[in-house]
């Protein structure tokens, strides 16, 4: 799968990740990840990237259950339909867990913002409301 430029200054982290699977057994499976500004891409094999999943920011409500261990930092990401994914990554260079969780509050915020700027332009759209906000004006 070939990246445009755009998409390629979007790309916050890539790497490797372990997924738990959710088969009976549960294995680790490594996996290569791409963590843009508006999605997590999960991809099973490294050098083929074009069958892939990918999980919107705007589908996972939080990171959650960070453990640490000696070699291992867990995590999970919940979905907004309540689904939890495990992830395990190596020790501290990698923190995924953190630069996920950052990605998504950068989103929830710009998410936030534009709602903010659309409710205003509906408020100024709407007859009668500038002579209301000058009458509240000292």
Request: charged residues 35%; positive net charge.
């Amino acid at each position: 799968m070939k990246m445009s430029a755009a998409e390629i200054s979007q790309v916050l982290k890539e790497g490797e990740l372990e997924k738990r699977s959710d088969n009976l057994l549960q294995f680790w499976r490594r996996k290569t990840c791409v963590l843009t500004t508006d999605s997590l891409n999960i991809y099973g094999d490294t050098q083929k990237r074009n069958r892939g999943k990918e999980l919107k920011l705007q589908s996972i409500k939080k990171v959650d259950c960070v453990e640490r261990t000696g070699k291992f930092v867990y995590f999970t990401i919940v979905t907004t339909d309540n689904k939890e994914i495990d992830f395990r990554c190596p020790g501290e260079e990698n923190c995924w867990n953190a630069v996920i969780t950052m990605a998504l509050i950068d989103y929830q915020n710009r998410k936030a913002i534009e709602d903010f700027k659309t409710r205003q332009d509906n408020e100024g759209a709407s007859p009668g409301q500038q002579e209301r906000r000058m009458a509240r004006a000292p």
